[in-house]
């Protein structure tokens, strides 16, 4: 089995595709259910353990603010049977 390959995305969105994107992340973390996103092609399911950061960055001409969603992944469990 191969490893999941590293990524680092940014991708531009339109003003209303961003807020629509906010909003069912919004309503995803008010109902406890987990929030689906697709980006560049891959579908991301981003848990209900999720935890949900801000940060603010400042130089000397640009101000920066992300939200950031981050999560450690599962650890699946394999089960081999042995006949």
């Known amino acids: 089995m191969t490893s999941t390959e ?3 995305i940014e991708k531009a969105y339109t003003k209303s595709e961003f807020v629509a994107k906010l909003r069912r992340l919004a309503d ?3 109902n ?3 929030f689906e996103i697709q ?3 891959e579908r991301i399911y981003v ?3 999720a935890t949900y950061t801000i940060e603010h960055e400042r130089s000397d001409n640009e101000e ?3 939200f950031q969603i981050t999560w450690e992944k599962a650890i699946e469990k394999r089960t ?4």
């Open 6 to 8: 590293e990524r680092d």
């Open 47 to 49: 848990p209900v353990r």
């Open 32 to 34: 406890g259910d987990r």
């Open 28 to 30: 995803a973390i008010e």
């Open 64 to 66: 920066e603010i992300e």
């Open 39 to 41: 980006i560049a092609g």
């Open 80 to 83: 081999e049977n042995k006949e």
